[in-house]
């Protein structure tokens, strides 16, 4: 049984997030751990808890704790109805998403609801999925449960990562149509190590195809995946890998920022 670590953001309650480890549920029994921060100033509080900045975190505000409140309440009834064991953490003290950051060391697998998280600041949801202790999947609010995977290679350390950290802890959706993708640029260049990685991917997914893509200009590599149907990606560290630019740049524009897909993100 895996240890999953759902955290709600304030006001906000991510039905997407919900629904994703409730899936993951229904595959293999888990325990979700509900962890509630109060609404604060992501900016201010993050660049902190990073020793980028002073400690100017705001304070919470009563309506805020009852909503808080609320959500704990739909988030326990939920696992009720749905047969979920759960575990219910409330952080309210101004060093909320330093918890949080220690919660990620003890679990299996953080998950995320983009929007209602951070609201689209692409860049703090970066910070954040940097300094997360365990692998991370960012679900947007609508989306179809994976019923195939893209696996991002680029030759790196961290992508290989991603992938080896995927199939230890989503072994039940190994079974799914997997795709290992290489953009290589304009023209296709050679699979970096192709017979290592083969070796090593076709051991965990067992529909597995290698393809390696030409990709005309940046951000195609968004399009290209917006056309997989259903898709769950997998990446390396968000931001901060060798990605290539096609990569890179259509992963943090086009992929998180307009939440196409569900994104499972592991780095080191």
Same mark, same amino acid.
């Given at each position: ?29 888990? =325990?979700? @751990? ?101 692998? @991370? ?21 961290? &992508? ?15 079974? =799914? ?20 990685? @083969? ?6 997914? &067992? ?62």
């Amino acid at each position: 049984m895996k240890k999953i670590l759902l955290a709600f953001d304030g006001t906000q309650f991510s039905q997407g997030a919900f629904e994703f480890a409730r899936r993951l549920h229904e595959a293999a029994p888990i =325990l979700l @751990t509900g962890a509630f921060l109060p609404q604060v100033d992501f900016s201010a509080a993050w660049s902190y808890i990073a020793g980028d900045g002073p400690l100017n975190i705001p304070t919470v505000e009563p309506a805020t704790s009852e909503k808080v409140a609320a959500n704990i309440l739909q988030f326990e009834s939920l696992c009720k109805a749905n047969n979920i064991d759960f575990r219910t953490h409330k952080h309210f003290h101004n060093l909320a998403l330093a918890e949080l950051r220690k919660e990620t060391r003890f679990a299996d697998l953080l998950v995320l609801g983009c929007e209602s998280f951070f609201g689209g600041h692409t860049g703090y949801l970066t910070d954040m999925l940097h300094d997360a202790e365990c692998p @991370t999947v960012v679900v947007p609010e609508q989306f179809r449960f994976p019923e195939q995977l893209v696996l991002a290679y680029d030759g790196s350390a961290s &992508s290989v990562f991603a992938i080896r950290q995927f199939a230890c802890v989503l072994p039940e959706l190994c079974r =799914l149509p997997a795709t290992l993708v290489y953009a290589g640029g304009e023209t296709a260049a050679p699979i970096p190590d192709e017979d290592y990685i @083969t070796e090593l991917a076709a051991r965990h997914f &067992s529909d597995l195809e290698i393809m390696n893509l030409e990709l005309p200009a940046n951000g195609e590599f968004a399009s290209w995946l917006n056309r997989m149907p259903a898709a769950l990606l997998v990446a390396g560290a968000f931001g901060r890998s060798l990605f290539s630019q096609a990569f890179h740049e259509s992963f943090a524009g086009e992929v998180v920022d307009r939440y196409a897909t569900p994104v499972f993100i592991a780095h080191k």
